[in-house]
T-cell receptor
């Protein structure tokens, strides 16, 4: 099976712009989670989707949003970019059957976003 | 609110040594706990997952244990090799939250 894929792998944007990142989960996986990784804060949870529904959201401002499509592919969007949004954005998929928690997560390689 | 702590932050050992990485969590109502490995600039690779009902999991030279009552998990690496050099992260998923809370990781260097 193909792993989790994320596009693009690298992005350079300027402050005030917006950006959309894409994640394709492992075939058959219905849960997609997004995380932000920075040297100072480590890995922080952004949100999780299961069958097109957001089940949980982390403590990030409303500029961060996401969605999931019927084929389980997911996108996250960041509007009005700030310098502090520079980070590695990681997507993870899970077979999660929605039984009360998240099963094994399989991570993609990430998208490195640099905001100038 | 779940918090996950990993000690030590960095560890350097000679090749062949057995070692233990520690992970502590504050909320014992976990759904499962997962150990990951991350190489510089790369994504995370899942190593072991322990369900809340389990006490340990083993894969090759790796063994992870879980003690919910004390809020601790350990990752044991036997006969370490230079290729084991990476950052090791533990993450706890609390029941009903559908998210993982990550520790800050232990950066391991195995010297040849």
């Amino acid at each position: 099976k193909a792993g989790v894929t994320q596009t693009p792998r690298y992005l350079i944007k300027t402050r005030g712009q917006q950006v959309t990142l894409s994640c394709s989960p492992i075939s058959g996986h219905r849960s997609v989670s997004w995380y932000q990784q920075t040297p100072g804060q480590g890995l922080q949870f952004l949100f999780e989707y299961f069958s097109e529904t957001q089940r949980n959201k982390g403590n990030f401002p409303g500029r961060f949003s996401g969605r999931q499509f019927s084929n389980s592919r997911s996108e996250m969007n960041v509007s009005t970019l700030e310098l502090g949004d520079s980070a590695l954005y990681l997507c993870a998929s899970s077979p999660s059957a929605g039984r009360g928690g998240t099963d094994t997560q399989y991570f993609g390689p990430g998208t490195r976003l640099t905001v100038l | 609110k779940q918090e996950v702590t990993q000690i030590p932050a960095a560890l350097s050992v000679p090749e062949g040594e057995n070692l233990v990485l520690n992970c502590s969590f504050t909320d014992s109502a976990i759904y499962n706990l997962q150990w990951f490995r991350q190489d510089p600039g790369k994504g995370l690779t899942s190593l072991l997952l322990i369900q809340s009902s389990q006490r340990e999991q083993t894969s090759g030279r790796l063994n992870a244990s879980l003690d919910k009552s004390s809020g601790r998990s350990t990752l044991y690496i036997a006969a370490s090799q230079p290729g084991d050099s990476a950052t090791y992260l533990c993450a706890a998923s609390t029941s009903g939250t559908y998210k993982y809370i990550f520790g800050t990781g232990t950066r391991l260097k195995v010297l040849a």
